[in-house]
C-alpha cells in the first residue's frame, strides 16, 4: 500500500487521483450503488430549483451557447400528417390508442404520397437507423419538435424499430432492409451496407420533387435550418464537412477554396435538380459496383472531379462535380463537427448560434458519441436515468494553477496535468486525433488548456462494458459531468443532498458525524480506511447526492485485497491513449492509471513491439 498512501500524502507533486475511485467504489457498496464519480463543474450551468418535468422527452436548455430554451410540453400541436394505412391525421408524438392494432408491414412503404403529406415548403428532413439507435433517433426528433420543425420522416431498417416509433406516434416508414438491430461498428461490413442504404434513399426520394435534408441519427439540431439552407435557393447540394481550420468567420457559406477536409455526409441538404439527381445516381452506381467503398469517400471523389469557379461573387457556391451542379459547404463553425464543438468551441469563440452538432471526431464509438451529447446536455434519457437507486456521488476538483497554466503545452505538461485528474471535466493540454499533430492542429481555434470530451482520455465503450465481476469487480456506472446541473434532474434528487468535507482527524469536529452547524454536511477525516467508510455512510444510505469537497486525501486502504486487485484490473482497462508523436511510429502513448508505481515513468511511444501494449 505504500505506493497509494503516497499518492495521498504527496498530492502536490501530480500524483494521480485514482483512489478518488476507490472511494468511490467502497461508499457505492454501502449505498447500494452510486453512479456519478465525476467532477462537477459547469459555470454557466442553471442552477434553478424549480420544478423539472419527469417526462423524458422533456428538453434541456442548449448547452454553452446561450440559445433559446426547449418547450417541456412533448404534445405541442405541430404539422399534421396521417399515419401509414389511416385516413386519421395524427401529431407528431401522439400515440396510436393502446387498443389499436399495428397496422401491416406494406402500409409503411415510401412513397411519394407518404413524403408529400409530411414535407413543408416542398422539404422533407430525414434521418434512418436501425433499433440500436432508437434513442439517438428519438433525441433527433424530439430537438426538431421542439424548434417547431414537423417536416420529417425516420428510415426504419428493422421492423423492431419500425413498430417502436410508430407506437411513439413518430412518422417512420420501412426501408426494406430489415437489418441487424444491434450496433453495427464503424468500418465494418454492415456499417457500410448502412451507407449503401443512405444513398439508395437519396435516389428514392430526389425523383420525388421534394428538397430532401439528410442527417445521420448521431446528431441533433440546435436550431432551425430550414431558413438557413432557403437563403441559398441555387444551390444544388449543400454538405457539411470536417473541416477544423475556419474559412470564415460569420455565418456565410465556408470559403470552398480554403476547404481542404472532406465533405461530410451526416447533414446535406440537396434539390431535385438535374445536376444532383445525376450525382446521386453516378454515386449509387459506384457503391454498388464496388462494396469496398466508402460512402463518404465516393461522394467526395464524385463531387471534387470539378471545383470551382465561383458560381457568382457573393453567395459561396461554387462549381463542382460534372461543372454544372452547384455546390455549398455549410460554415464548420455552426454546422458543427465534434472537434469544432467539443474541443474549439469554435461558434462560442466567435459568438455564433450553432444550428447542428454532429459528434464525429471522437474515440468512444457509439457509447463514446452518446455521452457527448449527453455532457452538452442535449440527450434525452429515460426518467430513471436522473434518479438511478443508490443515487450518486460527486466531487469538486482541485487542479493547481501550475498543472493547468504554468510552462509549455507539452507531452510532459499535458501528462502531469491528465495524470492529476480522475474524470471530467478534463482538462487537457494537448488535442487527441488519429495521426501524427504537433499538440494542436495549426489553424485551428483549440485553446490551451481546454475542457475536453471523457473519451479524449477514457475509453468510454470498456467503462460502459459488463465486464465480468468474477475478475473485475463490481460494475461503476457513471454520469456525465454536467448531470447535476442537468435540467431533467428531478427535485427530489435536488433536495436529498449531503456535503461531505474532508478534515485532518484528531482537529475540532473532525470525527465522522453529521451533527454539525448546518444540516446536510459531513466532516469526514481523510486518509480513512474502508471499515470507516462502510461504518459512516451507511447512514446515509437514502441519500440521492453525496458530494465530497475534495478527494485527495480521502481514501487511505481496502481491507479486502480480493476486491482490490479486481478493482486494479477494472481501473487498467478504463483509460486510452493520446495520439500521436510526429516522426515516430507508433506515436500513441498509453495511459496508465497506476503510472507512479512504476519507476521512472515518462509519457513516450513504445520504443519496440514488445512495448506497445495497454498497461495490463
Known amino acids: 500500500m505504500g505506493g497509494w498512501r503516497n499518492a495521498v500524502q504527496e498530492a502536490a507533486a501530480s500524483k494521480p487521483l485514482f483512489l478518488t475511485i ?26 434553478s430549483t ?13 448547452s454553452q451557447n446561450g440559445g433559446s430554451n426547449f418547450s417541456n410540453n412533448i404534445s405541442q400541436p405541430t404539422d399534421k400528417a396521417s399515419q401509414p394505412g389511416s385516413n386519421q391525421l395524427k401529431t407528431i408524438w ?25 414535407a413543408k415548403d416542398n422539404v422533407i428532413i430525414v434521418t434512418f437507423g436501425n433499433f440500436a439507435f432508437m434513442d439517438f433517433i428519438l433525441t433527433w426528433v424530439k430537438h426538431l419538435t421542439d424548434l417547431d420543425v414537423s417536416n420529417l420522416l425516420v428510415g426504419a431498417m428493422d421492423t ?51 428538397e430532401l435534408l439528410m442527417c445521420d441519427t448521431d446528431m441533433v439540431w440546435l436550431k432551425d435550418p430550414l431558413p438557413y439552407l432557403a437563403q441559398y435557393p441555387d444551390a444544388d447540394i449543400l454538405t457539411s464537412s470536417d473541416q477544423v481550420v475556419p474559412t470564415v468567420v460569420d455565418d456565410r457559406l465556408a470559403d470552398w477554396k480554403q476547404v481542404g477536409a472532406a465533405y461530410n455526409i451526416g447533414i446535406f441538404h440537396w434539390r431535385p435538380t438535374e445536376p444532383a439527381i445525376k450525382l446521386a445516381k453516378e454515386w449509387k452506381d459506384m ?9 463518404q469517400n465516393g461522394f467526395n471523389e464524385l463531387a471534387r472531379k470539378q471545383t470551382g469557379p465561383a458560381v457568382d461573387d457573393d453567395s459561396g457556391l461554387f462549381y463542382a462535380f460534372d461543372g454544372t451542379l452547384k455546390l455549398g459547404i455549410l460554415p464548420e463553425s455552426i454546422f458543427c463537427s465534434g472537434h469544432t464543438y467539443f474541443v474549439q468551441a469554435m461558434y462560442e469563440q466567435l459568438r455564433l448560434e450553432p444550428y447542428a452538432l454532429h459528434t464525429t471526431f471522437q474515440y468512444g464509438g457509439t457509447e463514446g458519441k452518446r ?7 442535449v440527450f434525452y434519457d429515460p426518467p ?17 494553477k501550475s498543472l493547468l497554466l504554468d510552462g509549455e503545452h507539452n507531452l510532459e505538461s499535458h501528462f502531469s496535468l491528465i495524470n492529476y485528474q480522475v474524470m471530467p471535466p478534463l482538462w487537457c493540454r494537448l488535442d487527441r486525433l488519429w495521426f501524427s499533430h504537433p499538440g494542436v492542429l495549426e489553424g485551428s481555434m483549440t485553446r490551451q488548456p481546454f475542457l475536453c470530451p471523457l473519451d479524449h482520455i477514457f475509453e468510454v465503450n470498456v467503462m460502459l462494458k459488463d465486464l465480468p465481476e468474477e475478475e473485475f469487480g463490481p460494475a461503476i456506472n457513471i454520469r456525465e459531468y454536467s448531470f447535476l446541473n442537468n435540467p431533467l434532474l428531478p427535485q427530489q434528487v435536488k433536495e436529498s443532498w449531503l456535503d461531505v468535507q474532508l478534515c485532518q482527524e484528531g482537529t475540532e469536529d473532525c470525527h465522522a458525524s453529521s451533527n454539525t452547524s448546518r444540516p446536510g454536511l459531513l466532516r469526514f477525516p481523510k486518509n480513512s480506511t474502508e471499515e470507516m467508510f462502510k461504518t459512516v455512510f451507511s447512514s446515509f444510505k437514502d441519500v440521492k447526492v453525496i458530494q465530497f469537497s475534495s478527494m485527495q486525501g480521502a481514501f487511505y486502504s481496502f481491507t479486502d485485497k480480493t476486491r482490490e486487485e479486481k478493482f486494479r484490473n477494472r481501473m ?6 493520446w495520439c500521436c508523436v510526429e516522426n515516430h511510429t507508433p506515436g500513441h502513448i498509453y495511459y496508465d492509471m497506476y503510472w507512479d508505481e512504476k519507476s521512472g515513468w515518462k509519457p513516450a511511444p513504445p520504443q519496440t513491439p514488445e512495448e506497445d501494449h495497454p498497461p495490463f
Open 384 to 400: 430513471e436515468y436522473y434518479d438511478a437507486p443508490g443515487g450518486f456521488l460527486s466531487f469538486k476538483p482541485s487542479i493547481p
Open 22 to 47: 476507490y472511494t468511490t467504489i467502497i461508499v457505492g457498496i454501502v449505498a447500494t450503488s452510486f453512479y456519478v464519480f465525476s467532477a462537477i463543474y459547469s459555470p454557466s450551468a442553471s442552477t
Open 50 to 62: 424549480q420544478s423539472i418535468s419527469t417526462s423524458w422527452l422533456s428538453s434541456p436548455p442548449l
Open 287 to 295: 457503391l454498388l459496383a464496388d462494396d469496398k467503398i466508402w460512402d
Open 94 to 118: 401522439e400515440a396510436p390508442p393502446s387498443n389499436s392494432k399495428m397496422p401491416p408491414l406494406e402500409s409503411f412503404k415510401l412513397t411519394k404520397e407518404l413524403v408529400g403529406e409530411r
Open 160 to 210: 423492431k424499430l419500425l413498430e417502436a416509433l410508430y407506437w411513439e406516434g413518430v412518422p417512420v416508414f420501412d426501408m426494406g432492409s430489415h437489418m441487424s438491430t444491434i450496433d453495427v461498428g464503424w468500418g465494418s461490413p454492415t456499417f457500410h451496407k448502412m451507407g449503401r442504404e443512405k444513398v439508395l434513399l437519396i435516389n428514392a426520394i430526389l425523383p420525388f420533387g421534394y
Open 572 to 577: 487498467k482497462r478504463y483509460v486510452g491513449i
Open 371 to 377: 455521452h457527448r451529447l449527453r455532457e452538452a446536455m
